[in-house]
């Protein structure tokens, strides 16, 4: 694994989140409560574990990648879009059935997650030596 690749992955996941979170503010504070009561500048601390938070994301597309002998950035799309459809895409779509989010504030986040995933797994996949 490419320690700088990751490093950078990070640090592009959580410029991406955020440009995507400030482009959407208005529409995810008009769907959620907490969103709108949390609409400032955020604490160091709530930026410290998000960064946390895409460091494990990172790491964990790299290793993916690693064992999967993925090289090339079209193996890091197909990585980012699978693990995408996988996880978030799942567990997202699971609380609007189950816990009545609203799916326009369910697919602000898929978005975000898409963007975050597929950006983070061409990064460590196509960087690898």
Same mark, same amino acid.
């Given at each position: ?7 950078? #992955? ?14 959407f503010?208005?529409?995810? #504070? ?8 949390d ?7 709530? %930026?410290?574990?998000?960064? %946390? ?65 597929? %950006?983070?797994? %061409? ?7």
């Amino acid at each position: 694994m490419n320690y700088l690749a990751i490093a950078v #992955a990070v640090v592009a996941a959580f410029v991406l989140s955020t440009v995507w979170y400030v482009i959407f503010g208005r529409q995810r #504070a008009e769907l959620s409560a907490a969103a709108a009561a949390d609409a400032s500048r955020p604490p160091p601390w709530k %930026v410290l574990v998000e960064l %946390v938070r895409s460091l494990a994301v990172a790491l964990v597309l790299a290793a993916l990648a690693s064992r999967s002998g993925a090289t090339a950035w079209t193996d890091g799309l197909w990585l980012g879009l699978v693990t995408w459809v996988g996880f978030p895409v799942v567990l997202l779509s699971g609380s609007v059935i189950w816990e009545n989010v609203p799916w326009k504030l369910a697919a602000i986040h898929a978005g975000d997650w898409l963007l975050k995933l597929v %950006v983070v797994a %061409v990064l460590v996949t196509a960087w690898r030596s």
